[in-house]
């Protein structure tokens, strides 16, 4: 079956960085855009960032514009989250998700009813 698994969390404090990754099974990865979600606690759930199925386009939510990176390698069915100059803010639960097959040609974009199959988080804390 499809599965996304989303890993690397843990404590960090504020200013420094980690790097999240979901691997991808059961499914031609390279044919579908991969998001990133965090939920943090007693707070809904928002998009912070996408890739395309190439790589070639990306979205960033503006709280994390400049400080986070996605990327992703296809041979390794693969989607990173590089996340630098991190916040006590940034404290959520992340997950990656895939994106609907029919928005494959779209613009790379976070709204959760274009998003198919979700990974179970991991978590990220950013205290001192």
């Known amino acids: 079956d499809v599965q996304l698994q989303a890993s690397g969390g843990g404590l960090v404090e504020p200013g420094g960085s980690l790097r999240l990754s979901c691997t991808a099974s059961?499914?031609?990865?390279?044919?579908?855009?991969i998001g990133w979600f965090r939920q943090a606690p007693g707070k809904v759930r928002e998009g912070v960032s996408c890739?395309?199925?190439?790589?070639?386009?990306?979205y960033y939510a503006d709280s994390v514009k400049g400080r986070f990176t996605i990327s992703r390698d296809n041979a390794k069915n693969t989607v990173y989250l590089q996340m630098n100059s991190l916040k006590p803010e940034d404290t959520a639960v992340y997950y990656c998700?895939?994106?609907?097959?029919?928005?494959?040609?779209?613009?790379?974009?976070?709204?959760?009813?274009?998003?198919?199959?979700w990974g179970q988080g991991t978590l990220v804390t950013v205290s001192s």
């Open positions: 059961d499914f031609t990865f390279d044919d579908y855009a």
């Open positions: 998700a895939r994106r609907r097959w029919d928005f494959r040609l779209h613009m790379a974009t976070t709204s959760e009813s274009e998003y198919d199959y």
């Open positions: 890739i395309s199925s190439s790589g070639g386009s990306t």
